[in-house]
């Protein structure tokens, strides 16, 4: 599994455009891109997924560089609600196989002031 | 969105007692997983489980876990005799194994044992 690293904390304020970048020097021809939003208290929530260049959803765009070895999370306008812990996962999503779970690091907490 | 649901949200248990989190996966889905978070500490695999068995788990994952899918919508974690380092929030998750996949998480079952 491709070890990932991100900046353990941002801060942010409302309205603001937050771009959370994260490493994977190690990462596999197979290897998706996933990032994940969780709240205190609650269940990390799915945001965006990614094998290449960039895609964009209603809540965030993910840029990924050609040789894929980082990848960037951008929230647009955030608002106070945005405040949170933001994970980077990468894996080779083939189910039944020692790479068919997700392997949380610590994740970036953003904060997100008025 | 579909959602995944957890029961009970809060379990208190005493030290040596067993203790059962129950999860309802999203209907359609044929991968299921537990997963706990330590307050302040990282969200950690358990188990994973796909066809009625499990598929992977962690060192975590000792004698005194077992997971069961009793019916066709249930899917549950017992602890058998639990111990004041198994207090956490446990997560369940799903995905539908279909295509590149999502996982889907529930909102969590806090655990404190005394």
């Known amino acids: 599994l491709a070890k990932t690293t991100q900046p353990i904390s941002m801060d942010s304020y409302e309205g603001q455009e937050v771009n959370i970048t994260c490493s994977h020097n190690n990462i596999a021809t197979n290897d998706y891109i996933t990032w994940y939003q969780q709240f205190p208290s609650q269940g990390p929530r799915f945001i965006i997924q990614?094998?290449?260049t960039k895609v964009t959803n209603e809540v965030a765009s993910l840029f990924i560089p050609a040789d894929r070895k980082s990848s960037t999370l951008s929230l647009p306008r955030v608002s106070l609600s945005d405040t949170a812990v933001y994970y980077c996962?990468?894996?080779?999503?083939?189910?039944?196989?020692?790479?068919?779970?997700?392997?949380f690091g610590k994740g970036t907490k953003l904060s997100v002031k008025p | 969105e579909p959602e995944v649901t957890q029961t009970p949200s809060h379990q208190v248990t005493q030290m040596g007692q067993e203790v059962i989190l129950r999860c309802v996966p999203i209907s359609n889905h044929l991968y299921f997983y537990w997963y706990r978070q330590i307050l302040g500490q990282k969200v950690e695999f358990l188990v994973s489980?796909?066809?009625?068995?499990?598929?992977?788990k962690s060192e975590i994952f000792d004698d005194q876990f077992s997971v069961e899918r009793p019916d066709g919508s249930n899917f549950t974690l017992k602890i058998r005799s639990t111990k004041l380092e198994d207090s956490a929030m446990y997560f369940c998750?799903?995905?539908?194994?279909?295509?590149?996949?999502?996982?889907?998480f529930g909102p969590g079952t806090r655990l404190t044992v005394t």
């Open positions: 990614g094998y290449k």
């Open positions: 489980f796909y066809n009625n068995e499990i598929s992977e």
């Open positions: 996962l990468v894996g080779d999503p083939a189910y039944g196989g020692s790479q068919g779970n997700l392997i």
């Open positions: 998750a799903s995905s539908d194994g279909t295509g590149v996949p999502r996982w889907y």
